[in-house]
């Protein structure tokens, strides 16, 4: 709808408005009055005075004074503006009885011959008008801020998609590198172990490229994959590391966030030592009907205070996917590096 002719159906409904005010005076001063020229007349001329005051007050005095909480100077312009009104009236009223009955004043209609009525009606329909306009634009600003909010929660949710594709593009740099530096190492020593370590990261790549991209994947995929990861460090790690994997899955058809252990396991083995000939590895999983526990630790050597890229954005992630429904915990001492992750109602 172009705005000529929103603006044409504006008239149009004010136009018919006022139509019915007009009818709604002339039915008020010919009742009980059998001088239906005089009501006619006498309603024309009430008209202007009526629509002037509504108009005034809606574009003006409610705006500038009442919606900026200027009470006080709307108070004392609307009892000016009342003062006006009566004297318009009270003159029509003497010109009426004037020039249109010749003095006639028993005859006139009844309602006719207390201004204070007159008075009364007229803002009666000035409130009416003043009342639709203020609901009006309460009605608009509800629109207007509700759709801002929509846009806003639009704006917020791509911004959080995007984050969440920032942090999960984090990893692939170190994993890689990690992985094509064994594949390196094996091809130089012309390995048996290449073919199937290759494999095992074309596996890891399809599920980093392509899986990662879903908002849930079944938690049996995430723990293939991250046992495929695992068993590439193995070959990296050679004699030096050991890895105890444990757990105890009650429900197998759990989802959740695609690659959110992966970085604690990456972090184990990044920023772990070995100590005492070996790197150690502790993992535990368990599950519930809506409960998740997992929880990993490795060897680690106090003087280093590092963290990695995983630790680093994982509780990024956990705010974003799994708002209040989780609970993470980083602890260290002298020997161990501990990561315990909660996740709670996994399917709310």
């Keep these: 709808m172009n705005w000529t002719r929103k603006k044409k159906i504006t008239i149009g409904y004010h136009i018919l408005f006022w139509s019915m005010i007009w009818l709604l005076y002339a039915f008020f001063f010919s009742y009980n009055s059998n001088n239906l020229v005089y009501s006619i007349v006498f309603a024309t001329l009430l008209i202007p005075i009526t629509i002037t005051i509504s108009y005034f007050m809606v574009l003006n005095l409610i705006p500038r004074y009442l919606r900026r909480k200027k009470y006080a100077m709307f108070v004392i312009y609307t009892f000016l503006t009342l003062l006006f009104t009566a004297f318009y009236i009270i003159t029509l009223l003497v010109l009426s009885i004037t020039y249109i009955d010749n003095f006639n004043f028993e005859s006139l209609p009844p309602m006719n011959k207390n201004y204070i009525y007159l008075i009364t009606l007229v ?34 949710f791509k911004l959080k998609e995007q984050e969440l594709i920032y942090l999960k593009n984090q990893i692939h740099p170190h994993f890689l590198f990690n992985t ?136 990024d992630r956990l705010e974003i996917l799994y708002p209040k429904n989780y609970d993470l915990q980083i602890d260290s001492d002298s020997y161990w590096f501990v990561v315990q992750l909660k996740l709670n109602h996994l399917y709310e």
């Design 180 to 315: 094509l530096n064994t594949i390196y190492g094996l091809s130089i020593k012309k390995s048996n172990n290449t073919p199937n370590i290759v494999l095992k990261l074309t596996g890891l790549l399809d599920y980093i490229l392509y899986q990662v991209s879903k908002p849930k994947v079944s938690l049996i995929n995430e723990i293939i994959h991250l046992k495929q990861y695992v068993d590439l460090e193995r070959v990296r790690f050679d004699n030096t590391l050991k890895v105890n994997f444990t757990e105890e899955i009650g429900n197998q058809d759990i989802s959740i966030a695609p690659m959110l252990l992966l970085p604690f396991v990456e972090n184990a083995f990044k920023h772990g030592n070995i100590i005492n000939g070996y790197l150690n590895i502790i993992i535990h999983l368990s599950v519930t009907d809506k409960e998740l526990c997992f929880s990993i630790k490795n060897t680690y050597k106090q003087t280093e205070n590092k963290k990695g890229i995983g630790l680093l954005n994982i509780k």
């Design 123 to 156: 803002y009666l329909v000035v409130a009416l008008v003043s009342f639709l306009s203020i609901w009006k634009e309460n009605v608009k600003t509800i629109i207007e801020n509700s759709e801002l909010k929509n846009q806003l929660l639009i704006t917020k």
